[in-house]
Structures are given as C-alpha cells and as structure tokens.
C-alpha cells in the first residue's frame, strides 16, 4: 500500500475515541439520559450507625402532590446479594447499620418535591451500641452488627468466622519462625492507613425502566453490565433474562462503582409506578451512602542478613469492611497475595481478616488492598537499608524478582522489569545527586523510592469481531471504559490484529442482550485479558477471510496473506489482492454467511502450587500475569508547619508492550495524584459512627496548587508471551507505592518514620518535634 498514510494502531499515541464528545459536551451521561414520563428519585440515609427500626410513617410523604411512590424496607423483598456474602439489600429491612444506609426512597414528578417530601417520612428508631473500630469488632462480647449472619447464603470455603468477621485468610511459604535466626537485622512496626473516598466526577446514578412483560432495561454509571445484571437478578428475584443492563459514558469509578450502587432501588421505584424513574445522588448523599477504600491495620516484621539479602517476612493486616461484605474476602486475599512484594524472600506468613463495623461499607478501590500492605512493606525495606548502611535501590535490586522467579504460592512469573523499573528510575532521577542535595531555608529535603507489584490476569472474558459489507468492523466485548480510555486500546488491538487503521473499528457500547460476556473493569485486566479476547477474535475473523480467499484465488489457505488496509493477497504475488470488502460481499451474499469472530476465556495462567505454600480459604482459584513499577519522590518538609512539599515523582512501570504510549503515561500520571491524595491529605472521617467530613468543602483532594508539575512517567516493556501484543495492564499500580515512597522520603529528609496516613502536616510535625 504504497503512498498511503501510516495505519494508526499498536503503539501509537492516539487520542481516546470519546475525547472530543467529552471535550466538547457532547457525551450523554447517566443523568443526561430522559424517557417519556420519567420520574425523579431521592433516597433517604440512616440518621444513627446502628439501630433498630420501630415504625415508619410514610402517609404525609405520599400526600405531597406529585409524590408518586415511597418505599421503605418494610416495602421491598428481602432478597439479599453480595460478593462473598449474601448480606445487603436495596434498603435497610428492621435495622441500620451504618450512618448513611438507605431507609426509604421516594420517585416524584421532579427532583424538589422527592426531597421535600423526604423530610416528611418519620421513623421510629430505638438505639443500639454502635461497634466503630476494629479493635472493638474483635472485642469478647462485641454487639454482632449481623445477628443474623449464620441465616446468610456465602460462596464456599470461608471457612469458620468469629463474631463480626468477614473473612480470615493465610498464606505461608517455608519456615518464618525458624528464619528468624538466620537474620542479623529484623524490622517490625504497625501501620494504620485511613478510608479514603473514591470521588469519581459523576456521582452514582441509575434510570430504569420496566416493559410490559415485566422485563427491566436499566441505564447506570457502572464498571460491569453483566455484575449489575447478575446483582438485580438476585435483589428483584428475576431472570438475568428479564434484566437488561445498559453502560452509557461513565465518569469515572476507581473501583466504587464495581458492583451495584443505587440500580436496585430504582428499578424497585419503576416497578411500583409503572414509569421510568431516574435517580443521582447528590455528591454527599454518593459520600455517605456508597463505598470507600479498606481503612487498616497491617503489622509486618522483616527480616535480613547483614549483606542485604532479605529471608523473612511476616504481615499480618485487618481490614475494616464497614457494615457489609462487599468485596471484603477479595480485598483481603488480594492484599495478601501482594505483601511479599516484588521480592525474593524464602520464608513468608502472610495472615489477615477483615471485620464488620457500623460505618460505611468499605469496597474495591484502586489497588484492591495493595495499597494498605505495601505502606508497610516498602517502609521496611527502606528501613533495613538504614540499618545496613546500605541505598535503597541497590538494597532492592539485591533482592528483585525476575523472570522466571516464582511468586508466593510457587507461580512462575512469566514477564518482570522490576530491575528495569528501578534502575530508570534511579537514572532519570539522577538518584545519588539529589540523595544528597541541600535543602531551602527551612525546609528538610528527601528523597526514596517503593517497588511495587500488581496482577492484570483473571476471570472471563470474550469478544466478538464482524466484518460488515463494506470491509469495516464492528467490536462487541461488554468492557466498560469508566474513563482509562480502554475503548480506545482495545479498538487499536482489533485494528492491528487485521491490519486496518483504527478509524474502520466500531465499537459499540456495553448492553447486556447484545454484548458478549465481560466480567468487570477492574484488577488492572482490561487491556491483558479482554485484549487477548479482541485478539484472538479478529484471528478468528482473519482465518475466515483467509478461506473465502484461498477458494477465490484457488490457493491454499496458508498461501493467503495480510495486507495492510484491509486487503488479502498470494504469498510472493503482489498484484493478486482482494479487499475486506470484496470478501465480505461473497460471505453475505454468495457463500458461507457473514464473518464473524469470536473468542472466549477464563484467565488460564499456572495455579497455585498447595506443596509449596499453605493457602488458607484463599478466594482466588487462578489469578496471576503479574506487573512491576518503581516509584521515586522527592519532597521538601516544612520544619515550622510539618508541611510536605512533593518536588518531583518519577514513576516507572512495566506494562508489557505499551499499546498506547500516551494513555499509559495518564494512567500513571493519575493514579500518582490519587497516590498523593492517599499519602497527604484525604481521609474519611468519623465522630461517634457519625460522618465529619462527607462533602468537598470538608474532604480534601490534591488541587492543581497540590499536585507537583513534575510527573514523569516511565514505560519500561518486558513483552508478556500471553499478552496481546505482549501487553500488561497499568491501570492501578500507578497508585500503589505513592504512600509509602513519600513516606521514605520524609523520614530520608527529617530522620522521623510516620507509620500512618496520612502524613497531614500536623502530623508530621508533631513526629519531627518528638523527635
């Protein structure tokens, strides 16, 4: 194709297929979508932590003119659902558990009469001992927040639980108790790290509407179609077949919005009015009532030899799941998995439980449990390279997996540059120069650096490629882009797998009775596990396309080749080419039928190997294909305000093959800032179970003032064999290691370890004055 502009595909920095409607205000969100006869919702939240619901008075609600339904959970079927656990419902049935918890929703004829008419709805509760800390959780005769939990339906293997627990898992490889002695230095501390909301741009936020035959069609700001499906099945007791779950733009999820939010509630308000019914929170109502990052308490102790070789690790994390399950079993044996690190180290007891409180329930987050084990983890690696006199990085690179290593649980890893990560970022941060740089009047300056590991591979996914009459192709996967620009990536894939520039890939957009099945936006496996689907189905579609061919041209099949353009043609004959379209025009019309593609799986890496680690009521049966990055920041430290300044953060990780250089560098740009916010300044809070702090005015995120204009993001590629095009994921590691990289730093700069976030000013200083 001689002259013809370069195919945009594979490694190219395009921008998102969705940029200029966003841009441009074009994209129709959730809450911009409106159907004839619509009406609006409006949810009431818990006023106590944990109550016990007497009566309900509803009759002056439903005589506000224009009210035109009220529900409480005397009103709804108690049909629970959850991740592991069977324990929520759309409203609160007879007892609240978390300030905040639904307790009655009303659809009116406008927003302003839903929520006037809130104020008038008066219920009776009578007061019980609220259980606000973990410690009180585990506490002999604790108040149990789910009387009932022996009643509930729970996915096998849990196991055995105490009062209040959610799950307790283990994870032990060789002989820690024994490796103790073969240590010259040991390390140990406890670390608290804080909940943290998800504040995704557009607050959650569903439209439902039910057919005559009863069908329900559902329109949400969601990470899964076929996870909201699944979860409204079980909520209204119907068919998946009867539920039809539809994504329009999402803006922005980081894991909140994973499973459902507010979709069984409203499709409970459109089947008592008969009318579509449409309901967004406001951004507190979203803050009090929805999800937050795990709050934690993570004790770990490590051990080393006096060259620097690390032999024992030992962590032990209690996660706070709030008032229900949620994704609790998964966070927890994810957070586990991860806290070894990405490190060689021969003896490991990794144990953990997660644990019911009467505050807001806690869900997957950005890093899914990574984030809490690693603050810990990291800080005790920089802590054994002060006590051995030894750099950070070279003490790191001593001990850095590699490919072919095993991880905990004896899985090969099949693709690592860790080393890579950290040696680029030593280089771009000219490391030993400003580990000895002069700081301003006033100020303390530091500099440190995390490693950090994730995963990109598990459960099902598939994908289904069509080649139309005129040649182009049309792209189903039932993926959900929640912003990360995956739309964008995967189309390039399909692009690149049939050699045809991106702008002839259509891809259409989640529907549960169109798409193919996707389990969900989230553990970074977008790109690695979709992608290979898209891959392997345009394959698919290309060995059809290679037959009409080979029976056009009277050749063999293998004899057909790919063209760029979207052209077939004889192996060492260039002038014998046929176009897509050519060829689709004879399946549709002449022979064989239209050219479609498909391909499904369930992520296949190695197992878990039981003879070489004791894996205790582990949730995961295959999850794995695991990344690396590194992390440097330099900070400057306020020694009159506690103040810490973040100067500079170079970020390095290793994502295979980079399908989109420019949307992988925003993905580690952003999930540095959110890192930021995690290690400096957000943190949800409570007063006696009730919330202080639920609305912008009062949480505090990073500010364009907040956030260093030096960001640089490093791609490091270490092509995954089992990847598409040899790619990874990147979507959270970006985050993972910002906590405890700054933590390292400051104490590199003041000498003073915080082992809790977040590092706020206040504490800071009262750490350097103590010291």
Same mark, same amino acid.
């Given at each position: ?81 959850g991740g592991f656990i069977n324990d929520e419902t759309a409203l609160a049935i007879d007892i609240v558990r978390y300030v905040g918890e639904p307790i009655a929703a009303i659809a009116a004829t406008d927003l302003a009469t839903a929520r006037e008419a809130l104020d008038l709805i008066e219920f009776e509760f009578e007061e019980l001992d609220p259980v606000l800390t973990i410690d009180a959780a585990m506490a002999d005769g604790a108040p149990l927040i789910h009387e009932n939990f022996a ?171 709030g008032a229900y399950a949620e994704d609790s079993a998964a966070v927890l044996g994810f957070g586990l998995l991860m806290a070894r690190g990405p490190y060689n180290i021969p003896h490991v007891k990794l144990t953990g439980s997660a644990v019911y409180t009467n505050k807001l329930r806690a869900g997957g987050f950005r890093g899914f449990g990574n984030p809490q084990v690693t603050f810990g983890t990291e800080q005790q690696i920089d802590e054994i390279a002060v006590r051995l006199k030894m ?45 000895? $740089? !002069? *700081?301003?009047?006033?100020? %303390?300056? =530091?500099?440190? &650096?995390?490693? @950090? ?5 598990? +459960? ?95 050749? $063999? !099949? *293998?004899?057909?080749?790919? %063209?760029? =353009?979207?052209? &077939?043609?004889? @192996? ?5 080419? +046929? ?156 985050l993972v290691g910002v906590a405890p990289a700054v933590a390292n730093a400051v104490a590199h700069a003041t000498g003073v370890r915080l082992t809790r976030l977040p590092l706020t000013p206040e504490s800071v200083l009262r750490a350097m004055t103590a010291e």
């Amino acid at each position: 194709m001689d002259g013809e502009a370069k195919l945009r595909g594979v490694g190219d920095s395009l921008p998102r297929l969705d940029a200029g409607d966003k841009v441009g205000g074009r994209a129709r969100y959730t809450d911009d979508l409106f159907r004839p006869g619509m009406l609006h919702a409006a949810l009431m939240g818990s006023p106590y932590p944990f109550a016990r619901i007497i009566s309900c008075d509803t009759s002056e609600a439903l005589a506000l003119p224009g009210v035109k339904a009220v529900l409480t959970g005397a009103d709804i079927p108690a049909n629970r659902w959850g991740g592991f656990i069977n324990d929520e419902t759309a409203l609160a049935i007879d007892i609240v558990r978390y300030v905040g918890e639904p307790i009655a929703a009303i659809a009116a004829t406008d927003l302003a009469t839903a929520r006037e008419a809130l104020d008038l709805i008066e219920f009776e509760f009578e007061e019980l001992d609220p259980v606000l800390t973990i410690d009180a959780a585990m506490a002999d005769g604790a108040p149990l927040i789910h009387e009932n939990f022996a009643e509930y339906e729970k996915r096998p293997g849990q196991g055995d639980l105490a009062p209040n627990q959610v799950s307790r898992q283990s994870i032990i490889e060789g002989d820690v108790e024994a490796a103790w002695a073969d240590c010259n230095v040991v390390v140990e501390n406890t670390y608290e790290v804080q909940a943290q909301s998800h504040v995704y741009i557009e607050p959650c936020s569903a439209l439902a509407e039910v057919d005559e035959s009863g069908k329900v069609t559902v329109w949400s700001a969601n990470q899964s179609i076929y996870k909201v499906q699944a979860s409204l099945s079980k909520a209204l007791g119907l068919p998946m077949s009867k539920v039809r779950a539809i994504t329009p733009p999402v803006g922005g999820a980081f894991g909140g919005k994973s499973g459902v939010t507010v979709q069984p509630i409203t499709v409970m308000l459109a089947q008592k009015t008969g009318r579509p019914v449409k309901l967004t929170l406001s951004r507190t109502d979203d803050m009090m009532m929805m999800r937050s990052r795990h709050a934690a308490r993570v004790r770990v102790r490590t051990g080393a030899m006096a060259d620097g070789t690390l032999v024992a690790h030992e962590l032990d994390v209690i996660y706070d799941g709030g008032a229900y399950a949620e994704d609790s079993a998964a966070v927890l044996g994810f957070g586990l998995l991860m806290a070894r690190g990405p490190y060689n180290i021969p003896h490991v007891k990794l144990t953990g439980s997660a644990v019911y409180t009467n505050k807001l329930r806690a869900g997957g987050f950005r890093g899914f449990g990574n984030p809490q084990v690693t603050f810990g983890t990291e800080q005790q690696i920089d802590e054994i390279a002060v006590r051995l006199k030894m750099d950070p990085i070279d003490l790191r690179l001593k001990n850095a997996l590699q490919t072919g290593d095993l991880w905990v649980g004896g899985q090969t890893v099949t693709s690592c540059g860790f080393r890579e990560c950290l040696e680029q970022v030593r280089d771009a941060a000219d490391w030993p120069t400003r580990r000895q $740089a !002069p *700081a301003a009047n006033g100020k %303390r300056r =530091g500099i440190s &650096v995390a490693g @950090v590991s994730h995963i990109c591979g598990l +459960l099902g996914t598939s994908a289904i490629v069509r080649v139309l009459e005129d040649g182009t192709i049309t792209l189903n996967t039932g993926a959900v882009d929640i912003g990360q620009g995956s739309d964008t990536v995967l189309a390039q894939i399909c692009a690149s797998s049939l050699r045809l520039d991106i702008g002839r890939v259509n891809l259409v957009a989640p529907d549960s009775d169109a798409s193919p099945y996707n389990w969900g936006t989230g553990g970074t496996r977008v790109t690695y596990m979709v992608g290979r689907a898209v891959e392997s189905a345009a394959g698919a579609a290309l060995e059809q396309i290679r037959q009409h061919a080979s029976e056009i041209f009277e050749c $063999a !099949p *293998a004899d057909v080749e790919l %063209r760029d =353009g979207g052209h &077939v043609g004889i @192996v060492g004959v260039p002038e014998k080419e +046929l176009s897509f379209a050519e060829i689709s025009g004879r399946a549709h019309y002449v022979t064989g039928g239209p050219i479609i593609g498909t391909h499904a799986l369930v992520y296949d890496g190695q197992e878990f190997d039981p003879k070489r680690a004791l894996m205790d009521h582990f949730p995961f049966a295959r999850i794995g294909t695991y990344v690396f990055g590194a992390q440097v920041v330099e900070v400057e430290v306020d020694e009159v305000t506690g103040q810490v300044e973040v100067l500079n953060v170079w970020s390095a990780h290793d994502v295979g093959r980079a399908i989109n250089p420019a949307a992988v560098e925003g993905q580690i740009q952003g999930g540095v800032v959110q890192g930021l916010g995690y290690a400096l300044c957000e943190e949800l809070t409570w007063e006696d179970g009730q919330p202080t702090n639920p609305t912008m005015m009062d949480y505090k995120v990073p500010g364009a003032l907040d956030t260093p204009t030096n960001i640089h993001p490093i791609i490091v590629e270490s092509e995954e064999e089992t990847g598409p095009f040899g790619a990874k994921g990147v979507g959270e590691p970006g985050l993972v290691g910002v906590a405890p990289a700054v933590a390292n730093a400051v104490a590199h700069a003041t000498g003073v370890r915080l082992t809790r976030l977040p590092l706020t000013p206040e504490s800071v200083l009262r750490a350097m004055t103590a010291e």
